[in-house]
């Protein structure tokens, strides 16, 4: 008499979702809602304190400055330490900073500078948590895995991001906007306990070394190297820039005096939302042979949600010209994401990346500093126009570089060398994949930002400056 079979247990996850991959975009989502929630609730939290225009910008350059000062320092760290702790540590630092500021908010007692601060040290964990998520994410998976993992990530954290949009509009409109943070500090908590256990063991240890100077040198070289890297890096320190203006401090305020309030600027956010989601379903079905290409070309609709603010659109026009930015930012991100995992190698991803978040957000906090008083000098509309203008303006001349326009996907190949071309001998290169989880495992930055902020991260933010693993609305990690 034989034994009956026994059929053997059927993975419940795709191959490519191993262990880290999963804790990293279980993370993710958890954040994303607290983050695009917090990000309509702290602009209007300034406002209900009495703030203006100008007082929104302040806050928003309060958190980007210590991202632009402390960002480099942060990828070094990322490289130099098990990148894990280190993003636990920054979640601390983000759950601790949310939850004074809901406390200073539901009692009525928060002021400027308070505000100020506390946005600081989100922007200051943002700096250190960023670069660390980049690295892990990208090593959780291998290069014939990439492209279908960082566009189910980026599905996910986008997905979530439409829940946080619309509950943050809605919690905004019917209780205190202390709440809303409230809820941001507990999901950092949350998220940091997952973290906890991701596996850095596939992760070779550096060998010693000189200090972190020798570390941000080396990194460096390693982006200056290829042109198409700074060059559209240099393209979102302005795109990233005039976009987080206008949809951090001209948005909100578009809303107040056109719609009457929060909720429809939370249900625009949201289009933007859907219109990723949609986006990264579309990037996980097609796969653009050149690259970079395509993803510039999907920057231009950018300049809508601007000039939809500039006329402005009725509510449903704003909405619909929010999706189409959506989606077109996510074929920029995943292109990007799949490009940095092709391009960079893996023990020196964090550092690259933190050049990238720190070209890509340099000008963010003087932009959204003097929004306010431009507003006052030319008038809204006008400002808004300009913003648009620039988007078109910067996305046209990153096209002329030769790298940005030849970019090709190769299958199964190695990093290529610094300032190699990614076309010719080096394409045809054997197959060399990172290494992956023990269970086989997203501007991030660039469209980290946007999406959170950066030229690639994979990620924003935004629409609009969002809080703290912050990536924005602009491909968020966090």
């Not at 709440?179 to 010693?208: Q, T």
């Not at 619909?320 to 074929?331: N, R, Y």
Request: charged share 10%; net charge neutral.
């Amino acid at each position: 008499m034989t034994s009956p079979a026994i059929s053997p247990v059927k993975r419940r996850r795709p191959e490519w979702a191993g262990r880290n991959y999963t804790l990293l975009t279980s993370a993710a989502v958890i954040t994303g809602v607290g983050s695009s929630s917090a990000l309509i609730a702290t602009s209007f939290a300034v406002l209900g304190q009495g703030g203006d225009g100008g007082d929104i910008g302040l806050v928003a350059a309060a958190r980007t400055l210590p991202l632009v000062l402390f960002i480099l320092i942060g990828g070094a760290v990322a490289d130099r330490m098990p990148r894990h702790r280190v993003m636990v540590a920054a979640n601390a630092l983000n759950c601790v900073s949310q939850a004074v500021f809901a406390v200073l908010v539901l009692t009525g007692t928060a002021e400027l500078w308070q505000m100020m601060v506390l946005t600081a040290l989100c922007g200051t964990g943002q700096a250190f948590f960023n670069p660390a998520a980049e690295g892990m994410l990208m090593s959780s998976v291998t290069p014939e895995q990439a492209g279908r993992a960082f566009s189910f990530f980026r599905m996910s954290s986008q997905g979530a991001g439409i829940g946080g949009a619309a509950l943050g509009g809605i919690m905004a409109s019917a209780v205190n906007p202390g709440w809303v943070l409230a809820v941001d500090a507990a999901a950092f908590a949350v998220a940091g306990g997952l973290r906890a256990f991701l596996d850095v063991s596939h992760i070779p240890a550096r060998e010693p070394g000189g200090g972190l100077l020798s570390d941000m040198r080396e990194g460096w070289q390693e982006f200056i190297g290829r042109p198409w890297l700074w060059a559209i890096v240099a393209q979102f320190s302005v795109v990233v820039a005039v976009v987080g203006a206008a949809e951090s401090v001209y948005g909100p305020l578009v809303a107040r005096d056109e719609f009457g309030g929060p909720g429809p600027w939370g249900t625009a956010l949201a289009a933007f939302g859907v219109g990723t989601l949609g986006g990264a379903v579309l990037m996980s079905r097609w796969k653009p042979r050149r690259l970079l290409l395509a993803g510039t070309l999907g920057v231009f609709p950018l300049a809508l949600p601007s000039a939809a603010l500039a006329v402005p659109l009725p509510v449903a026009g704003l909405c619909a010209v929010m999706f189409v930015s959506g989606v077109t930012l996510e074929v920029f991100g995943v292109s990007w994401m799949t490009t940095m995992h092709q391009e960079i190698p893996e023990e020196k991803l964090s550092r690259v990346s933190a050049y990238d978040w720190f070209g890509s957000v340099a000008m963010l906090p003087l932009a959204t500093a003097v929004a306010g008083p431009v507003e006052g000098l030319v008038g809204r509309s006008t400002a808004l126009w300009g913003c648009a203008a620039l988007v078109v303006l910067t996305t046209a001349l990153v096209l002329l570089v030769p790298d940005v326009r030849n970019m090709t996907r190769r299958e199964h190949t190695a990093p290529v060398a610094m300032g190699g071309s990614p076309t010719g001998d080096a394409a045809q290169a054997p197959a060399a994949p990172l290494p992956a989880t023990p269970l086989t495992a997203t501007p991030l930055p660039a469209a980290s930002l946007l999406a959170a902020a950066p030229a690639g991260s994979a990620s924003a933010p935004p629409p609009g400056v969002s809080s703290a693993d912050g990536e924005g609305t602009l491909g968020r990690l966090g």
